[in-house]
């Protein structure tokens, strides 16, 4: 990835690397990186972190994850909503405490 002008302008900007990931920077100043990919004909994009939290090196480990996920016949961005639910629920993906 080039260096580029990371500051923020009037307008939103994307910074693209390599595989569809890219670097978005938002008028407000934030920075975060995503991943764009196609599932069934449909564009969708894939959240992986925030700029400098998630380095370029991390969001490309991410994509290539996420990657591997598509590859695999998963959709990474429903994957992703499904581990959140299921973290959120304090269950860690057992049935344990339900139905007690």
């Known amino acids: 990835m080039p260096k580029c002008n990371l500051y923020p302008g009037a307008k939103r900007e994307r910074f693209a690397d390599s595989g569809g990931l890219y670097l978005e920077v938002s008028p407000a100043g934030s920075r975060r ?5 196609r599932k069934d ?3 969708g994009r894939l959240a992986l972190g925030s ?3 998630v380095s370029l090196t991390a969001a490309r480990k991410a994509r290539d ?3 591997l996920q598509k590859s695999e016949g998963v959709d990474p ?3 992703r909503k499904l581990e959140k639910l299921i973290n959120s629920t304090g269950l860690g993906g ?7």
């Open 65 to 67: 994850v996420a990657r």
């Open 41 to 43: 004909g449909k564009e």
């Open 94 to 100: 057992s049935f344990q405490g339900c139905g007690t």
């Open 77 to 79: 961005a429903k994957a």
């Open 51 to 53: 700029y400098p939290k």
């Open 33 to 37: 990186w995503f991943w764009k990919y």
